[in-house]
């Protein structure tokens, strides 16, 4: 059984920043590629950022681009989003995900296991 539990969220002002973790246990994590998704009030979830098996390849959604850094350890079972330049539009609950493949992608479909979530509040 995988569990994913994340990190790191809070309350922060527009232009700071945030780095979101999330500790894996279960399946083996260095097999399978990881992402992250969020979810703001009365909106979709959507796709943030997703990196590979081995962290040699990221994957970002255009909002995410240039301001935040998905990377991973995998010899700690750890995944990180380094969130800067927050903005009020990025406020929401985010999600820790874990790929059914071991190359990552953009499509939350891919990605079969989800954390709790953390929410992450940026005031303007």
């Known amino acids: 059984q995988v569990q994913l539990v994340e990190s790191g969220g809070g309350l922060v002002q527009a232009g700071g920043s945030l780095r979101l973790s999330c500790a894996a246990s279960?399946?083996?994590?260095?097999?399978?590629?990881m992402g992250w998704s969020r979810q703001a009030p009365g909106k979709e979830r959507e796709f943030v950022a997703a990196?590979?098996?081995?962290?040699?390849?990221?994957y970002y959604a255009d909002s995410a681009k240039g301001r935040f850094t998905i990377s991973r350890d995998n010899a700690k079972n750890t995944v990180y989003l380094q969130m800067n330049g927050l903005r009020p539009e990025d406020t929401a609950v985010y999600y820790c995900?874990?790929?059914?493949?071991?190359?990552?992608?953009?499509?939350?479909?891919?990605?079969?296991?989800w954390g709790q979530g953390t929410q992450v509040t940026v005031s303007s």
């Open positions: 995900v874990r790929s059914r493949y071991s190359s990552g992608s953009v499509y939350l479909a891919d990605f079969d296991s």
């Open positions: 279960g399946r083996a994590f260095s097999n399978s590629a």
């Open positions: 990196i590979n098996w081995s962290g040699g390849t990221t």
